[in-house]
């Protein structure tokens, strides 16, 4: 089958490998313009290693990418951790159509930020979603489905790399397999379960000391790596990342230093403790014992 390819990262890039190894051709690799500073994407590195051709468009709203997909004459078009829109006038073009990866179990948790929110808002179990590209934001008929479970301790770093990131791989070179033998399916999303979510970001990110520890704990593993959870000390932010929660009553304040260890601290929640491993203030991440030392964090601090 004849690929186009369009995407970003290295989600992209073993995407392109995965395609590849099946014995596919992928005529064209489509990714964002090359950074400032000259690095290119993995998936551009990997493409030109490849032989494959590259595009780069600012916008693939421009005229010259649909004349560009027609020439292609491809089969079908991938989006593989795709962060632009691409319009129905391109999407169409291929002669079965395009489909795109989703990392959460459409129809829930739809938009940019699904990994976030699903750990924001204590799901135990979520996935990844192959399906067919329309005119809505992750509303196509879907392809395939992938279950993954959410442990305790998982971020959104974790999750991703770990569970859903090679999970995705392997479920692109099965999506292609299912075109490839022709009457794939096309399951309608049930708007009924539909949920969106906006991009997570800071004004998502505070945190709120008074509500319950599992919601606070479920915040911080939600914004781990990006954008990181943050709360105010001396009228600074900091960021807080690597946290565990230990549940009980707490006699301390919500949000109050009530142990500094020799790796970590700890802070009061309403109905837990926090224990903290990393912390980035105006600086980059470090342990949070060395931040306590850096920024005068002593026991009894009330963080806002």
């Not at 079965?96 to 204590?122: D, T, V």
């Not at 305790?152 to 692109?172: C, H, M, Q, R, V």
């Not at 690597?242 to 929640?269: C, H, K, P, W, Y």
């Amino acid at each position: 089958m004849r690929i186009i390819l369009i995407g970003q990262a290295a989600f992209a890039e073993k995407s392109l490998e995965k395609i590849v190894s099946k014995g596919d051709e992928v005529v064209a690799v489509y990714c964002p313009p090359d950074l400032p500073n000259g690095k290119f994407d993995p998936v551009k590195q990997k493409a030109l290693g490849l032989g494959v051709p590259v595009r780069q468009h600012k916008s693939f709203k421009a005229p010259e990418v649909r004349e560009e997909f027609i020439a292609l004459n491809a089969d079908l078009a991938i989006l593989a951790f795709v962060s632009f829109i691409v319009p129905q006038r391109v999407f169409s073009v291929p002669r079965l159509g395009s489909i795109c990866f989703h990392p959460s179990l459409l129809p829930q948790y739809r938009g940019a930020s699904a990994i976030n929110w699903a750990l924001i808002k204590g799901e135990t179990v979520t996935g990844l979603t192959l399906f067919w590209v329309d005119r809505g934001i992750d509303t196509g008929p879907i392809l395939l489905q992938k279950e993954v479970p959410v442990d305790p301790e998982d971020t959104t770093g974790s999750l991703y790399f770990n569970k859903i990131f090679p999970l995705g791989i392997e479920a692109i070179g099965e999506a292609v397999d299912l075109i490839k033998r022709g009457n794939p399916p096309r399951i309608v999303q049930d708007e009924s379960k539909a949920s969106y979510d906006p991009p997570c970001r800071d004004e998502h990110a505070k945190i709120d000391w008074s509500k319950p520890a599992v919601d606070v704990y479920n915040l911080i593993r939600g914004c781990d790596p990006q954008p990181g959870a943050h709360a105010t000390y001396n009228g600074k932010m900091v960021r807080i990342f690597d946290v565990r929660l230990q549940n009980g009553a707490n006699r301390a304040t919500a949000g109050q230093v009530t142990a500094i260890g020799s790796d970590d601290i700890q802070i009061s929640l309403n109905g837990g403790t926090l224990t903290v491993k990393r912390i980035r203030g105006e600086g980059g991440k470090i342990r949070a014992t060395e931040f306590a030392s850096q920024a005068g964090l002593q026991i009894g601090a009330q963080l806002g």
